[in-house]
């Protein structure tokens, strides 16, 4: 049964940091992406991590302030969200995929977990 388990979320005022963690269970997965939907707005890509090579990708909006991680023996990815703005206030969904492809859409995902509501006051 493959699965993946988000923790992490919850409240922070302007400036604060949250970490966000997926945990996949049932399959090692290549591709790891957050992404975050706000009410009202598209599901947009944040950030996301190739566990082969490490190569990253982010979001215009959240260079320098987000940072993707991974523990490959705990079959885990962190989002790191640091100086966070009012505009960051989403549900983070983590999402995977057994192929390359850091920018891949939304669409391409056949794995996702039950997202995590993020809010900055």
């Known amino acids: 049964h493959v699965q993946l388990v988000e923790s992490g979320g919850g409240s922070a005022l302007a400036g604060g940091s949250v970490r966000l963690s997926c945990t996949a269970s049932?399959?090692?997965?290549?591709?790891y992406s957050w992404f975050r939907q706000a009410p009202g707005q598209e599901r947009e890509g944040v950030a996301a991590i190739d566990t082969g090579d490490g190569s990253t990708y982010y979001l215009n909006s959240v260079k320098g302030r987000f940072t993707i991680s991974q523990d490959s023996a705990r079959n885990t990815v962190y989002l790191q969200m640091n100086n966070l703005q009012p505009e960051d206030t989403a549900t983070y969904y983590c999402?995977?995929?057994?192929?390359?492809?850091?920018?891949?859409?939304?669409?391409?995902?056949?794995?996702w977990g039950q997202g995590i509501q993020v809010t900055v006051s």
């Open positions: 999402a995977a995929r057994p192929f390359a492809g850091c920018t891949s859409p939304a669409s391409d995902f056949r794995f």
């Open positions: 049932g399959y090692t997965f290549n591709t």
